[in-house]
């Protein structure tokens, strides 16, 4: 069973940054499309950015010009760089990988098979 886990989530004023990290051991993060969510109170779970087995980037407008997403392949670690948080990305963070290659957009949840617990980022005005 593959397991995700997130890290660096936090609380920062708005205007600041963090660097979320998923770990995926026995995940091979090369070979399928790996994204983050994120998922306020009382709002549906969102796609934020995506990338896929060829290293390829596609971001959400929420996130666009703001946040990078990378990843290391010899460490499964999936990474998500955001810089001048506002006070609106306040959510829960996912990580999210797929089992198989599926021709859909990053942004649908129900595509992804594999999910991590989640990290709580809360940014301040």
């Known amino acids: 069973q593959v397991q995700l886990v997130e890290s660096g989530g936090g609380s920062v004023q708005s205007g600041g940054s963090l660097r979320l990290a998923c770990a995926a051991p026995?995940?091979?993060?090369?070979?399928?499309?790996m994204a983050w969510f994120r998922q306020a109170p009382g709002k549906e779970r969102e796609g934020v950015a995506g990338?896929?087995?060829?290293?390829?980037?596609t971001y959400a407008d929420s996130g666009k010009g703001r946040f990078t997403i990378s990843r290391d392949n010899a460490k499964n670690i999936l990474y998500l760089e955001m810089n001048s948080l506002k006070y609106e990305d306040t959510a829960m963070y996912y990580c999210?990988?797929?089992?198989?290659?599926?021709?859909?957009?990053?942004?649908?949840?129900?595509?992804?098979?594999?999910w991590g617990q989640g990290t709580q980022v809360t940014v301040s005005s």
């Open positions: 999210a990988a797929r089992a198989y290659y599926v021709p859909r957009p990053f942004t649908e949840p129900s595509s992804f098979s594999y």
């Open positions: 026995g995940y091979t993060s090369s070979r399928h499309c």
């Open positions: 990338i896929d087995s060829a290293g390829g980037t």
